[in-house]
C-alpha cells in the first residue's frame, strides 16, 4: 500500500517523503531504507536477508502462498536467503526445503560429457554445469511435489545431509537453486525469486568459498568464470521472465528489489 501510494503521488522521492510514509504505514526503518524512481520504475534497498525474509514471509501469510522458488546466478545469495527463509518461517508452522543441486547428475558424469551452447551466434562446447536442464534430474522433483499436493509426506536425501522429511501440511515449501529455472512454477499460489549479483561481487564470492567448491585454485576459479557465465547468460537467464520478483544481491548481501512488489 505503502508504494503503491507513493507511486501515484510523485516520480521522484527524496528522503523525506519516504520517512514520511514509512512512520504512515509503520515499515521498520532497516527493512525499506531507500526508495527512488527511474524512468517510472521504483527500487528499494533492503539492508540485511532477514529483513528481506521477514517481508516475503509477511507477504506469503497475506496472500496465502504456500510454496517458494529462489534462483539466480551463482554466489548470489540462493542459499543464504532460503536457509534464513527456513528459520523465520518455523515460526509459523512446518518448512519444506528442497535444493535443486541435491537433483543434479554425478559430476564424474557431466565431467565426461560435452555440451554445447549458443553464446551470441557461436556455438560452443564444454563441461554441463549447472546451467543445463538436461544436467538435473527434473522428474523426482516433479514427483516430489505430486507426492505433497496429493496429501503424501516424502523422504529424499539431500546430498550434504541426513534423511529429510517432507511433509503435505506445511506452512511452506521452499525450492532453491539454478535448476528451479527449468521447473514448471505453474502453481496459483507461489512466489517466485530471481537474484542476480555482478560479476565481480560472484568472483569474490567464489575465492572466498573455494576450500569449499570443487574449484580449490582462484586460478582455477577464474578459467571456469567466463564458460560458466557464458552458459548461464545462454540457458538460464532467458527463464528470467518466469519469476515476478527480481532482486539485485550486493557484495555486503544487503537487496534491491528491480522488479515486483514484495
Known amino acids: 500500500d505503502a508504494l503503491h501510494e507513493i507511486v501515484e503521488k510523485s516520480p521522484q522521492i527524496e528522503k523525506e517523503t519516504a520517512d514520511f510514509y514509512l512512520k504512515k504505514y ?13 524512468k517510472k520504475e521504483y ?3 533492503i539492508d540485511r536477508v532477514v529483513d ?3 517481508l ?13 522458488y529462489i534462483c539466480g546466478n551463482g554466489a548470489s545469495g540462493k542459499t543464504t536467503l532460503s536457509k534464513t527463509l527456513c528459520e523465520k518461517a518455523k515460526n509459523y508452522g512446518y518448512v519444506n526445503m528442497i535444493s535443486t543441486d541435491d537433483f543434479i547428475v554425478d559430476t564424474e558424469l557431466r565431467n565426461n560429457a560435452n555440451a554445447s551452447w549458443n553464446d551470441n551466434g557461436n556455438i560452443r ?5 549447472s546451467c543445463f536442464k538436461n ?9 516430489i511435489f505430486y507426492n505433497l499436493d496429493n496429501g503424501n509426506d516424502y523422504y529424499y536425501l539431500p546430498k550434504k545431509e541426513d534423511v529429510r522429511l517432507l511433509k503435505s501440511k506445511n ?12 521447473l514448471d512454477m505453474k502453481e ?3 512466489l517466485r525469486l530471481f537474484i542476480q549479483c555482478s560479476d565481480d561481487v560472484e568472483l569474490e564470492r567464489r575465492k572466498s568459498r573455494k576450500g569449499n567448491s570443487l574449484e580449490q585454485t582462484d586460478e582455477q576459479i577464474n578459467k571456469l568464470f567466463e564458460a560458466r557465465n557464458s552458459q548461464f547468460v545462454s540457458n538460464v537467464l532467458p527463464h528470467i521472465n518466469k519469476f515476478n520478483v527480481v532482486l539485485e544481491s550486493d557484495k555486503d548481501f544487503s537487496f534491491r528489489i528491480v522488479k515486483g512488489i514484495l
Open 43 to 45: 527500487k528499494y534497498h
Open 26 to 38: 509503520d515499515i521498520k526503518e532497516n527493512c525499506l531504507v531507500q526508495m527512488f524512481f527511474k
Open 171 to 182: 506452512f511452506i515449501t521452499i525450492v532453491e537453486g539454478i535448476g528451479t529455472a527449468f
Open 125 to 129: 562446447v564444454g563441461r554441463y554445469t
Open 56 to 68: 516475503i514471509i509477511d507477504y506469503c501469510k497475506k496472500n496465502s502462498i504456500n510454496k517458494i
Open 135 to 143: 544436467s538435473y534430474f527434473l522428474k523426482n522433483i516433479e514427483e
Open 188 to 190: 496459483e499460489n507461489n
Open 52 to 54: 528481506l525474509s521477514n
